[in-house]
Structure formats: structure tokens, C-alpha cells
Nanobody, 126 residues
Framework: QVQLIESGGGLVQAGGSLRLSCAAS????????VGWFRQAPGREREFVAALLWNSRSTNYADSVKGRFTISRDSAKATVYLQMNSLKPEDTATYYC???????????????????WGQGTQVTVSS
């Protein structure tokens, strides 16, 4: 229903920064939530951050709180993940996801996503 295209991944030294983008096509964002997830080799996919589209309320995993920032640009139908103070343990494939229904609670912001991007690789060297 909504197509998500990610960009901005790459190789960065520990302590550096990257800005990931997720551009939407098809049905544009008007409500619901957008989330970022990541998956490292041999590990399960984990929640990173989420944003309620209308209110811009956010939710972050404890591991990235204070370092990562999720935001949106409604005119560009794009969501961003600004990643600062990157650590080697941040190395993973990062995915953006969308759900058209608004999560009722903060906890619900971490699941229920139906549309997913292709993923972009982030590698942090030590």
C-alpha cells in the first residue's frame, strides 16, 4: 500500500554520524506511525525508533536514546533517522516500516507495521 525506499547507509568510524532517509511512494503518509528497525547478523530484528506521523511523538529503544533522532518532512513524505555517536554495536541492516493505523500506546509503537523498506546497511568500524 505504501512503498518505502531507504538511503543514507554506509561505512563510518566509531563516534561518527549518519543520516538515514526513508521516502514514501504510493499512499502517502497522513496518519499512523513510522518506525526504524535493525538486524545484525545472527540476531533478531530489533526496534530502534518510531514516530507518530501527525503529532510527531517519538519512542526510542534504550540502546539508542540520546544518540538517535527520528523526524519527518511531510512535504517530502520522508522520515529520517539521525544517528550520532555511532558505536560498532550499531552495525546492522536498518529498515524503515509504516503502519497506517495510529498506535494507541507507546508500547504499541514498537509493532504492528505492515509495510517495509528494502533495508540499508550501516557499518561502524572500531
Amino acid at each position: 500500500q505504501v512503498q518505502l525506499i531507504e538511503s543514507g547507509g554506509g561505512l563510518v568510524q566509531a563516534g561518527g554520524s549518519l543520516r538515514l532517509s526513508c521516502a514514501a511512494s504510493g499512499r502517502t503518509f497522513r496518519s499512523g506511525a513510522v518506525g526504524w528497525f535493525r538486524q545484525a547478523p545472527g540476531r533478531e530484528r530489533e526496534f530502534v525508533a518510531a514516530l507518530l506521523w501527525n503529532s510527531r511523538s517519538t519512542n526510542y529503544a534504550d540502546s539508542v536514546k540520546g544518540r538517535f533522532t527520528i523526524s519527518r518532512d511531510s512535504a517530502k513524505a520522508t522520515v529520517y533517522l539521525q544517528m550520532n555517536s555511532l558505536k560498532p554495536e550499531d552495525t546492522a541492516t536498518y529498515y524503515c516500516a509504516a503502519r497506517l493505523s495510529t498506535p494507541p500506546t507507546l508500547a504499541a509503537m514498537r509493532g504492528g507495521y505492515s509495510d517495509w523498506g528494502q533495508g540499508t546497511q550501516v557499518t561502524v568500524s572500531s
